[in-house]
């Protein structure tokens, strides 16, 4: 069902293009967030909802209501509006700023007593000690609290919210952010919401709309969203720390040791052991000029070849053992499973063209592990 | 013509004579008071009931110490213009921003010159806008002096509603008008030109 | 000074009947003043751009001194209280005009977006919102013009207008000190406690949340 039907709006400042040619539905009773870099058009597309600002051209519908045949008036009393700036009147109490909508509504005294009661009562705010305060009084996060309520008060089909937490310390933002899809999906009321904090919005959206220059880059859901972003620009919007990790099962890419000691197989006897002993390590990966597996060699084989022949000889003459490998884009798993069962001293990870990216050691894993179980991001 | 240019200019001379006598004391007092702050709400409250007294009661009663003549004037115009130039002096030093002091004690300036590189440089727009308001007072002060035997443009305004003579009222009221609005505007520009926020823009 | 009682006992009448006019003529002057600053002013917040010329205007006013305010109205209204009441009016309404202004238009903004987010109309607005937050920069405008007009309505004496600068000007005709302070130590006094009195209004019509 749909509550909100933006059909080709626009809206022209000083002759740009803010909001260019929007086309977009809000579902009943779901949690939509408009998000956005700064000037993307997403607050002033959440104005013109309750008409503080008039669209350019296009037409608004709620519930098939087309809203610039509204009283503006009376269309914003009926929905809910949540500021950044949080504007609770400082010359009211707590719960006369509460009652402001359902006096202008002319609702009787103790319907608003009894409406602004329920209404502290449902964020764990005890009505006989805050009523009668002031704001000035409040922390901001309660302040911010009583904002939504004061939203909330004629139970408004609609509720927007500019950036309601942008300006709460990070706690206060998540438990205000905790609190408000809680009573969003108890009331079931259509919230459209405004931030630039990803975060934010993929916790709370149940549709995460991206804008871009005044227009929809892409609508979807958060899951949907992340894992298929339609541009590169909503893939950057949305950061490398949301990119799809996926999840319990990790990649042998994750778990591998990039510090693989590697050497061309055109270089010489002594190279090899000077980069051993420089790296103390007591094998080296031999790749080609592509970085493509050859084989390994260890400090035993080249002292052997040492005593054997002549020490001007490639590296890549000598006897190159075959090597246990592993494809980079396998799963954790399986390198676990190879180490515990052929018990090699390490497992070359390679992509599909036998590239060498790593290893995988019993370090690497344990490392590995150690990171999943303690949070860890340390490198492998 | 030759009588009206030397009352304009002891009109002028009365009022810039009392202004500054007040802009000395007032900016020295309002300095001396953002050091020893618990007597600022006491001697700008002072002021305050100061310029509360109506001009013509305050220069009757400065007569009957000073006697008739442009002594009282000059101490009435220092007496109101006192509250100006010290309440803009006190709070404008005090509204100097803090990390500017800190940078210039970072600097090791002294106390002295922390107050002359930082702290009046920063305050003056606001001291000055003090002085514009004293002075522009102070014409008008100047104007009903003639009422206890001071010079000035006020006595054509006298002479001229004593004898309903439109044409000696005007003699009086053009240049007293011309001087106060030219003030204004010329001392106006001088506060914008020397306020910081503006030159850095 | 002796002779102190004897004076004040000879001159009660003309005291309070001085007073009496001093006192009628300031407070008419700052009540019409209010009734037209006060609308003026909220008008003016909703044509910000007419606004800046009018105060401009109005301020420009502020500059010309009392008595050559009163002298140019004088052979325009002739002599009398007509004349010192239209001069004190015009006088009255800059502070209560420039403070309605400036007391509504530097409300912060976020105050204005919520009340109109909310389905307030305009009349609702300046009732709910705009006028109580504004109200103690009104009311300090009215408290300075009370100041003044008290002030200047001693000089409304030179019009012929009475009051207790009548007793002043003729104290300093006559040499006259004991009448010179018959008419400038209450104009002083009721000055001083105007200003008391209103700013005390003030204090107790500032809302409770506003006052920290």
Known sequence: MVKIKFQNVRKVYNGTDVVDNLNLEVATGKFTVLIGPSGCGKTTTLKMVNRLVDPSAGEIF??????????????????????????????????????????????????????????????????????????????????????????????????????????????????????????????????????????????????????????????????????????????????????????????????????????????????????????????????????????????????????????????????????????????????????????????????????????????????????????????? | MDELISKTLSHLFISLGGVSISAVVGITLGVLLTRISFLSAFVIGFSEILQTVPSLAMLAILMMFFGLGNPTAMMAIFLYSLLPVVRNTYTAMRGVDSSLLEAGKGMGMSRWQLLFLVEIPNAFPVILSGIRVSLITAYGIVTIAVLVGGGGLGGYIYRGTQTVNIGMILKGAIPICLMAVGTDFLLNKVEKKTSIEKRGK | MSDLPIFLQRNWGTFVNALGTHLKLSFSAVAIGICIAVPTGILLTRFPKAAKKVLAGVGVLQTVPSMVMFGLAMPLLGIGIRTALVVLIIYSILPILRNTYTGISEIPEKYIIAARGMGMNGFQMLMRVELPLAGSVIISGIQLSAVYIISWTTIAALVGAGGLGDLIYTGIMTYNYSMILLGAAPASILAVLTSLLIGWLARIATPRGLRM
């Open chain 1, 62 to 380: 709620i519930e098939g209501k087309n809203i610039s045949d509204l009283n503006p008036v009376d269309l914003r009393r009926r929905i809910g509006y949540v500021i950044q700036q949080i504007g609770l009147f400082p010359n009211m109490t707590i719960a006369q700023n509460i009652e402001v909508v359902p006096r202008l509504l002319h609702w009787p005294k103790q319907k608003r007593l009894d409406r602004t009661a329920e209404l502290l009562s449902m964020v764990g705010m005890d009505p006989q000690q805050f009523m009668n305060r002031y704001p000035s009084e409040l922390s901001g996060g309660q302040q911010q609290r009583i904002g939504v309520l004061r939203a909330l008060a004629v139970e408004p089909p609609i509720l927007l919210m500019d950036e309601p937490f942008g300006a709460l310390d990070p706690i206060t933002r998540e438990s205000l952010q905790d609190e408000i899809k809680k009573l969003q999906m108890k009331l079931g009321v259509t919230v459209l919401f405004v931030t630039h904090d990803m975060d934010e919005a993929i916790k709370l959206a149940d549709m995460i709309v991206l804008m871009r220059e005044g227009q929809v880059e892409q609508a979807a859901s958060p899951e949907k969203l992340l894992s298929d972003p339609v541009s590169d620009f909503v893939q950057e919007f949305i950061g490398k720390k949301h990119l799809p990790t996926n999840y319990d099962v990790e990649s042998v890419w994750e778990i591998m040791n990039p510090n693989a000691v590697t050497i061309a197989k055109t270089k010489g006897i002594n190279e090899s052991i000077a980069l051993m002993n420089k790296r103390n390590v007591d094998s080296l990966i031999i790749v080609d000029e592509n970085r493509k597996l050859e084989g390994i060699v260890s400090v035993e084989e080249i002292r052997a070849a040492g005593r054997q022949e002549s020490r001007i000889r490639r590296i890549g003459d000598l006897g190159i053992r075959q090597v246990p490998t592993i494809n980079i884009h396998s799963q954790a798993r399986d390198a676990f499973d190879l180490i515990v069962n052929e018990n090699p001293r390490f497992i070359v990870a390679v992509d599909d063209e036998d590239i060498v990216y790593g290893i995988v050691t019993k370090t690497s894993l344990v490392k590995a592990l150690a990171g999943v179980v303690w949070g860890d991001e340390t490198d492998v």
